[in-house]
């Protein structure tokens, strides 16, 4: 049971940030939650067909199709979400342009929201899927597999919710700052995580490891774990693993202090 | 702002969900360890037990079959297989002397006392290894550490379990509690709600929980501020033009007078002309002010937020036909042609107000109708509405302007409408009141058989009316 609620919690923890982040920076923006039911719709939709056709899916591209899979996902999300704070400055611009209250928020914006939050959570709703009907249903292990995936679940899930209205209990104004640097520091980890795969599956070279931290923080301990989630902490990262994460965090910082200069110059910009 | 409820129930049954299930957790893991406890004790009263045993009377290759005879099911034969202690007995010079039917040949676990992991018959194996003081000879017992494992997760999850399917039970409960807790906020909004438009009374605070007190007083503040200058607001325009009435009577009556001393002296025709002429121009002028001072008394009284709704059923074919009677000099004076088509139909309104509202459209269609222009009015029935027609052949209203011609004192100026025409420019400020106090509606567009203004108020039909 112990090993279900781990791995469940690391995979629903991994999905519950990208979506809880994104929902708190969405609701400072003022942008209604109906984009919530398509998201779940798409990434247990996807999740399913995901685990369904694990087979088809491993033995494309040589054996390689699954890792390209993860490869996808990361990179779509990653990319949406340094897309979307691409569009967090211009949303400000038109809310004062404009004159209104809330920001208005258009349906690319919309969309790009449950791009992320769908491809964040097909892949970790997959694996779940997978770990519980294999590990749990097939082997007659059922209760205690599914037991300890409820309550890997709940707790994630308890602190998706507490991360969410801890950011927007900081006002409007700091919870759009504080998201805005979540999610960069998540799509850079999720852009890095994506180059590991492709160095994993062959498509990259990568031979050269830069250092080895796991003496420090392994990465399958708790703190290794939430690392790995918000960071995408990685004991034995590559050079192309590091450039990646430099500079696309470079670029979404960047975002932040373009989004925090239009805040400063629009006197009331969001401040709750 | 995320709404209290969601914001109550949703961290509250995350902090349930994180206490319970890490408790939960905290519980499984001392259970287990506890399990594990009892079965090397188990294990130990095995050893314990062999060691009662005369090694001299072994013989090789006996096994216990006494527990066959209690079992009866095959489920709880392997349940017992599974559970099975398999042991060993070795002479002191380590040769093996008696083994149960499933132990390998070869020693189990190494010969030294205490506790030892296993590895036998392709399973990991929990042994106990004792050595007898006496003798020296050698007991070994062991179980199957997946089987050990289960049991005791079996045993510990119908602890945890109840937890887990109690959390989504407590989470509906919450819920409910919430809603129950917030409920006061409810009613006190449904009762501030629910109140008539021009109900300014203070919220009671009977059984408005401590909390919400402070709202509710200043709420009541505001209530009673706002009464007030309502109040201030409705007398001062009742002041005003009816304080403006009494020296506009006197100034007509002097200008009466004026006019006949005028007329009884002897005065040259020259000098007698451009008097008259100026005393005619100030009696329109004061006639004028006159209007304005109605009109304002006018709205005044129809303003939706201070008028007490006395609806009664009112004929709207009659009202039209009174109303017309009274202004027919008007289209006479100007030569204009009006048709009035309809059926008597009711609605429910204000007799008075509907009578200002027809009057003032049908002054205004003949105001801005040219001399010898139509004027068509109709009455019927669209769906269940009944509908007001009014129809000129006026130049009518450029269409960006409908609905500021509805604002106090807006007046319409441009090559097609004569600034010379006199009006207060309350008419249609007028009319809008009276159709929102009615809860009607009105709607301009150019009339397609006339080419002026098509003015159209659509009434709700009389309740008793609906059925007919």
């Not at chain 1, 180059?195 to 290794?224: K, M």
């Not at chain 2, 807006?410 to 207060?424: I, K, M, N, P, T």
């Not at chain 2, 567009?445 to 709700?460: A, E, N, Q, T, Y």
Request: charged share 15%; glycine share 8%; with cysteine.
């Amino acid at each position: 049971m112990i090993d279900a609620v781990v791995i469940v919690l690391r995979e629903v923890l991994e999905a519950m940030l990208v979506c809880c982040v994104l929902l708190a920076s969405s609701y400072a923006l003022g942008a209604k939650r109906t984009w919530l039911l398509p998201v779940t719709l798409a990434a247990v939709g996807g999740a399913l067909l995901y685990a369904t056709n694990l087979a088809t899916l491993t033995a494309l591209f040589d054996g390689r199709g699954q890792e390209l899979t993860n490869v996808l996902l990361l990179v779509l999300t990653g990319a949406s979400l340094l897309f979307y704070l691409l569009q967090l400055p211009a949303m400000l611009h038109n809310k004062r342009t404009l004159g209104k209250k809330e920001a208005p928020v258009t349906s690319t914006l919309y969309a790009v929201l449950i791009i992320a939050s769908a491809a964040a959570m097909v892949r970790e709703l997959a694996e779940i899927f997978i770990y519980v009907f294999s590990y749990g249903i097939a082997s007659g292990q059922a209760v205690p597999v599914v037991s300890g995936a409820v309550i890997g679940a709940g707790v994630g899930v308890s602190l998706g919710i507490f991360i969410f209205f801890g950011l927007l209990w900081l006002g409007k104004r700091r919870c759009l700052q504080m998201s805005a640097l979540l999610l960069g520091l998540i799509s850079a980890g999720m852009l890095s995580q994506a180059t590991r795969f492709l160095v994993q599956s062959g498509f990259l070279p990568g031979e050269h490891i830069l250092w080895d931290s796991g003496w420090l923080i392994s990465e399958s301990s708790l703190p290794g774990e939430l690392l790995h989630a918000l960071l995408g902490y990685d004991a034995t990262p590559g050079i192309e693993q590091l450039t990646v994460y430099v500079v696309s965090l470079a670029f979404a910082m960047l975002l932040l202090r373009k989004l925090m200069a239009r805040q400063g110059t629009d006197g009331d910009a969001l401040r709750q | 702002m995320i709404s209290i409820r969601w914001f109550l129930t949703l961290t509250l049954i995350a902090l349930l969900v994180l206490v319970s299930f890490l408790s939960s957790l905290r519980g499984y893991r001392e259970s287990m360890a506890e399990a594990e406890t009892l079965f090397d004790l188990q294990l130990l009263e095995h050893v314990k037990l062999l060691g009662l045993l005369n090694p001299a009377s072994f013989l090789f290759g006996n096994t216990l079959v006494i527990a066959d005879s209690v079992i009866s099911t095959p489920a709880e034969l392997e349940l017992s297989l599974q559970l099975l202690v398999v042991y060993q007995i070795f002479d002191n010079q380590g040769k093996l002397v008696i083994r149960s039917e499933n132990s390998p040949t070869q020693n189990m676990a190494v010969f030294e006392p205490g506790y030892h992991h296993a590895e036998f018959n392709g399973y990991s194996w929990r042994a106990l290894v004792a050595q007898d003081p006496g003798d020296g000879h050698w007991i070994m017992a062991a179980q199957r550490n997946d089987v050990r494992y289960r049991l005791a997760e079996t045993v510990t999850l119908q602890a945890v379990l109840p937890g887990v399917i109690g959390v989504p039970i407590a989470g509906v409960l919450i819920w409910w509690i919430v809603g129950l807790g917030l409920r006061p906020i409810q009613t006190l909004a449904a009762s501030v709600r629910a109140r008539e438009e021009g109900d300014l009374k203070a919220v009671e605070l009977d059984d408005v929980p401590r909390e919400l007190t402070p709202l509710t007083l200043s709420t009541n503040d505001l209530l009673t501020r706002l009464a007030m200058a309502f109040d201030r607001e409705k007398r001062f325009a009742a002041d005003a033009a009816h304080e403006l009435r009494t020296p506009i009577s006197v100034l007509k009556v002097q200008l009466h007078n004026l006019l006949h001393d005028l007329n009884t002296r002897q005065l040259p025709e020259p000098v007698l002309q451009p008097a008259r002429l100026s005393l005619q121009e100030l009696g329109d002028g004061i006639d004028r002010l006159a209007h304005l001072i109605e009109q304002i008394l006018v709205l005044n009284r129809t303003a939706p937020a201070q008028y007490m709704r006395q609806f009664v059923p009112v004929d709207l074919l009659e009202l039209v036909q009174h109303v017309v009677s009274n202004e027919f000099d008007h289209f006479l004076s100007r030569d204009q042609i009006f048709s009035l088509d309809g059926l008597p139909v009711t609605i429910a309104g204000d007799k008075t107000a509907l009578q200002s509202l027809v009057q003032n459209l049908l002054i205004n269609a003949s105001k801005y109708t040219p001399v010898g222009g139509q004027i068509n009015v109709a009455i019927g029935r669209e769906g269940n509405k009944v509908v007001l027609q009014l129809e000129d052949s006026g130049p009518g209203i450029p269409e960006a302007q409908y609905e500021q011609v509805f604002d106090r004192f807006y007046r319409l100026s441009d090559e097609q409408h004569d600034v010379a025409v006199s009006g207060s420019g309350l008419g249609l400020a007028i009319v809008k009141h009276i159709v929102n106090m009615h809860e009607a509606e009105i709607r301009l567009s150019r009339s397609p058989s006339l080419g002026g203004l098509c003015v159209k108020v659509m009434f709700k039909q009389y309740p008793q009316e609906k059925s007919v």
